[in-house]
């Protein structure tokens, strides 16, 4: 049995897409928990060697030395007037390693239409992970265009839709696009990992007070400036919060530090850049609360770790935010900006209340997000469609 995947990126790009790809390509290698080498699942990998799309920036070489040898990267070329970059070659590669089955990653983007025209026209089973949204920039003509054309086809063409929250599938329901079957795949986390104690990474920082941690990349749309002008408000009530930010700068760093120097907070905000796999275990860990502000979520992966972790959370109630993390269970939910700093305030002050919501958190994580069920699903497909 072979499987390939297509996606647009693939770690080191940072993002909760490329995470999900790399932990179902890693995980469904094998056949089972203690499998040998001799008895893994060929499972490969096609992708680009992209860290942004829009613009398209390329990862360092260097760091794509430890790729693993069923990861294939190929080069992006723009699409003139759209935001569409097309891997050389993607077509020619999918014929070259001759899948019996293909997983589609992404809507909107070519990698997945891709995969999707060659198991149609090879006759084989694809499954399709769209992570669908639609957003002011898809609600423009050219893009509407797309949907109902490229985009229409890659959904006709799919033997199964692999949706990552209930939202996502509503949202796809109301789009009209074509269906043949749903299934719920939602993204897990390694509950031992991240019960697994770690040393502070910012232990300096907590011993001036409590830290509200950010697990995001800097960049529009995560919403991290309601935040920072959420922060005056919340030192008045707890003069020694501090606020770190984990995630690579996507352009905005600059903003927000000279956003934090107009309020008046500099000497509370701290910039952190990117972590190890262990360090952000032990940033959640140690964190008093994850805040996650972002506009938008298809599922939102770094809410279930820091829940796994046992570190409640602040965030903007949109999209599947809710099932991850409901409301007044696991953290506090806010609607407008302006609820923000109450919600973070009543955190930092109820240490009780965030045991709570974190002992609520970890049982969460562990009956409806785990990596073992997810998996499973996986696989159970592959013996469905192949046999």
């Known amino acids: 049995m ?57 990862l360092a070489r260097e760091a794509l030395q430890d790729d693993p040898p069923y990861v294939q990267r190929l080069r992006a070329k723009d699409t003139p007037l759209i935001s569409y970059p097309r891997l050389q070659g993607l077509s020619h590669y999918l014929g070259h390693h001759q899948p019996d089955v293909v997983h589609g990653h992404s809507f909107w983007y070519q990698p ?42 890659t959904f006709a063409a799919a033997d199964v839709v692999a949706v990552i929250s209930p939202f996502e599938q509503e949202l796809i329901e109301r789009s009209g696009l074509p269906v043949k079957r749903f299934e ?32 995001s990349r800097l960049s529009l749309g995560k919403g991290l400036k309601a935040v920072f002008r959420a922060l005056p408000e919340v030192l008045k009530a707890v003069p020694d919060a501090q606020f770190v930010l984990v995630g690579e700068d996507f352009g905005i760093q600059s903003d927000l530090e000279a956003a934090a120097e107009t309020l008046g907070v500099t000497a509370h905000v701290h910039f952190a850049g990117r972590l190890s796999d262990m360090a952000l275990v032990g940033a959640y860990q140690h964190a008093a609360l994850l805040v996650h502000p972002t506009q938008y979520e298809a599922f939102g992966i770094v ?15 949109v999209s599947a935010v809710p099932y991850v993390a409901p409301d007044q269970e696991v953290g506090l939910l806010f609607e407008e900006n302006k609820e923000l700093a109450d919600k973070l305030i009543t955190l930092l002050q109820d240490r009780s209340l965030r045991e709570r919501f974190g002992q609520a958190g970890q049982r969460r994580v562990r009956e409806n997000f785990s990596w073992e069920g997810s998996i499973d699903k996986i696989t159970s497909l592959y013996d469905e469609l192949l046999g």
């Open 112 to 153: 997945a239409d891709a995969a999707a025209r060659y198991a149609r026209s090879h006759d084989i089973p694809f499954i399709f992970h769209p992570i669908y949204y639609e957003n002011a920039l898809r609600r423009k003509w050219q893009w509407q265009l797309y949907k109902h054309t490229i985009g229409r086809a």
């Open 184 to 215: 719920l795949i939602s993204p897990g986390v390694d509950e031992a990992v991240l019960t697994t104690a770690q040393p502070n990474p910012f232990a300096e920082i907590s011993r001036r007070g409590p830290v509200m941690l950010s697990v």
């Open 2 to 58: 072979r499987i390939v995947h297509t996606c647009l990126r693939y770690p080191p790009a940072t993002g909760g897409v490329e995470r999900y790809v790399q932990e179902i390509a890693q995980r469904t290698r094998r056949v089972s928990p203690d499998a040998t080498d001799q008895s893994l699942r060929d499972v490969r990998v096609l992708t680009s060697t992209m860290r942004t799309h829009r613009p398209i920036s390329e």
């Open 303 to 317: 809410l279930a770790e820091s829940l796994a972790a046992g570190t409640p959370v602040v965030a903007r109630n």
